[in-house]
């Protein structure tokens, strides 16, 4: 297989890298990486010395791909599909670019922080950090409930990369701190990403993973 992604089912930005390539049915074989597995950390992090996945090896093109954004950008360039995941006007892809990151740094990243302090041993919790994220949350919510009031997908009609980025930043943010009633328009957008077939499908595969995710102490 000339496309291998090193990913676990379970990662939210592993979950962004699939959805592309279940949109596009981009054929592609997962190499399952547990980074508890010495072997295996040793392995990912010989690909990409940062040892964070997903990281996509193409054979064909003989390279290695890391971070999630790039990677579909690298998709969206040399394995192209039905569904165009980053437009090609320049503005519309630059507003695509835009609202990737803003799921990447103020969704994903401070659900990633509240996840993180669950595991936190009971003496070293980061109560201040743990505001911060829920506040960093908070801002998020309220704008994406004003994005959303009479957008379909992030950036207008079309599925596209930020929608990637938002449907596994938004699903576990909803988990560690409900999006709640004050945001109708966001919670609806999450369950249209949730029902987008590419999503439902990487919900499925991760549904049997739940049981190790961290309960709030
Ligand atoms: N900016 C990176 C973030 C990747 C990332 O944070 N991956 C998580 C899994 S969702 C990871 O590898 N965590 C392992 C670790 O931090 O040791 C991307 O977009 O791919």
């Keep these: 297989m000339a496309l291998r992604l090193y990913s676990h089912p379970f990662a939210s930005f592993c979950q962004k890298v699939l959805i592309a390539l279940y949109e596009n049915q981009t054929p592609f074989e997962a190499v399952l990486i ?14 990409w010395r940062i040892a964070k996945f997903p990281v996509l090896l193409d054979d064909a093109r003989n390279c290695s791909v890391p971070e999630s954004s790039i990677i579909i950008e690298y998709l969206a360039q040399y394995y192209p599909g039905p569904v165009t995941l980053l437009p090609r006007d320049p503005d519309l892809a630059r507003e695509t670019r835009l609202l990737d990151r803003f799921y990447d740094l103020y969704v994903s990243d401070p659900m ?61 943010a909803n988990v560690v701190f409900p999006i709640g009633a004050a945001y109708p ?24 993973f739940w049981v190790n995710f961290p309960q709030e102490s």
């Design 34 to 47: 547990d980074l508890a597995n010495e072997a295996e950390r040793a392995e990912l992090q010989r690909v």
């Design 112 to 172: 990633q922080k509240i996840v993180f302090n669950r595991l936190r041993p009971a003496d070293q919790k980061d109560p201040f950090g743990l505001a911060q994220a829920k506040a960093s949350l908070l801002t998020a919510y309220g704008m994406i409930e004003e994005q959303m009031q009479n957008r379909t997908w992030a950036t207008g009609d079309a599925f596209s990369l930020a929608d990637c980025s938002a449907a596994p930043a938004l699903l576990y």
């Design 185 to 208: 328009s966001a919670a609806a957008y999450l369950k249209r990403l949730c029902e987008r077939p590419s999503f439902a499908r990487v919900l499925r595969e991760a549904e049997p």
